[in-house]
C-alpha cells in the first residue's frame, strides 16, 4: 500500500510539473446488426410492428422485441415497437412522425423494448457507448422519452439486470409545418456508456444493446463504440535535454 501511494505521488507531481504526458485514447466502431432498421422492408401499408405475427420481421433482423421476456413483457408477442416509413411519416394526417434521418425507415415506440447482442465481448479497461438518433412526433398526445441500455449478453435482459441504463427526454420535436428534410435534420443525438472494471464479471461476454421507446418518440441510425485508452507516456526532462522513461502500448 505504500509502494502504491508513494507511485501516485510521483505520478500526480510528474504531471503537475509536466513530466508525463496525458494518456489519449481512440474509439473502435463495433459493428450493429441492422443499424438504421431497414433490413426488414415493410409493406406497402408503410408500417410493420417488430413482432411479426408471420415471423418475417426476424431473423431478418437482429433486434428483438422484449429480449428474454423482460419482467411484465412477452418477447415476439404482437405488442413492439414498429417500424415505418418516409412516406408514411408524411402520409399521416394528424400526428406526423419524425422523417426517418437516413435510408427509408425508422423506429417508433409503443412502450416496448428492442434489444440485441452483439458478437463483440467485453474487455476491461474500455468505455463501451451506445448511441441512438432521436425525435419525437409533431403531435405529443402520448408520452415521450427513450431508455437506452447496455447489457451483459450471458445474462438475461432487463433494466435490473443492466449494466448502464439512462432514460433521455431532452428530444427534438418535430416541428408543426415541418417539411421532410427539416425534420431530417432535427434528430439528437442520444448516448449511454459503461466502462468495464477489471475482473468484472461480464468481462468476456457478449456486449448487449437496448432501448426502451415511448410512444411518442422514434429512433434511426444506431451506433456502437468501444474507446481503448493510451497509456501515458512518461518524460524525463534534464539538462542535457528531454529523455523517454518509459510508453507502454496495448498490445
Known amino acids: 500500500m505504500k509502494i ?4 501516485r505521488k510521483i505520478a500526480a ?5 509536466g513530466m508525463i504526458a496525458p494518456a489519449s485514447a481512440f474509439a473502435i466502431d463495433i459493428p450493429l446488426g441492422d443499424p438504421s432498421f431497414e433490413a426488414y422492408v415493410v409493406p406497402g401499408r408503410g408500417y410493420a410492428y417488430a413482432a411479426d405475427p408471420l415471423g418475417a420481421y426476424r431473423p431478418t433482423s437482429p433486434w428483438v422485441d422484449d429480449l428474454d421476456n423482460v419482467p411484465g413483457y412477452t418477447q415476439d408477442d404482437a405488442a413492439s415497437n414498429w417500424l415505418y416509413t418516409a412516406a408514411y411519416a408524411e402520409a399521416t394526417t394528424f400526428t406526423k412522425r419524425p422523417a426517418p434521418r437516413t435510408g427509408d425507415q425508422a423506429m417508433h415506440g409503443l412502450f416496448n423494448y428492442s434489444a440485441q447482442e452483439t458478437t463483440a465481448v467485453f474487455e476491461a479497461g474500455l468505455t463501451y457507448t ?4 432521436a425525435q419525437n412526433d409533431e403531435d405529443l398526445n402520448e408520452t415521450n422519452g427513450v431508455f437506452l441500455y447496455i447489457f451483459d449478453g450471458a445474462v438475461a435482459f432487463s433494466d ?3 449494466l448502464s441504463g439512462q432514460l433521455h427526454t431532452a428530444i427534438n420535436q418535430r ?6 428534410s427539416e425534420s431530417q435534420a432535427n434528430w439528437t443525438q442520444i448516448s449511454v456508456s459503461h466502462t468495464v472494471a477489471a475482473g468484472a464479471p461480464e468481462i468476456g461476454n457478449p456486449v448487449g444493446v437496448g432501448f426502451f421507446l ?3 418518440s422514434a429512433v434511426d441510425d444506431a451506433s456502437l463504440t468501444a474507446v481503448v485508452p493510451e497509456p501515458a507516456t512518461v518524460v524525463l526532462v534534464g539538462l542535457g535535454g528531454v529523455a523517454l522513461l518509459a510508453s507502454r502500448r496495448r498490445k
Do not use: I, Q, Y
Not at 507531481?13 to 510539473?17: D, M, Q, R, Y
Not at 451506445?130 to 438518433?133: D, I, Q
Not at 416541428?175 to 421532410?180: D, F, I, K
Open 4 to 7: 502504491t501511494n508513494w507511485r
Open 175 to 180: 416541428g408543426t409545418g415541418m417539411t421532410a
Open 160 to 162: 435490473a439486470n443492466s
Open 130 to 133: 451506445f448511441s441512438l438518433w
Open 214 to 216: 415511448r410512444k411518442d
Open 13 to 17: 507531481s510528474l504531471v503537475a510539473a
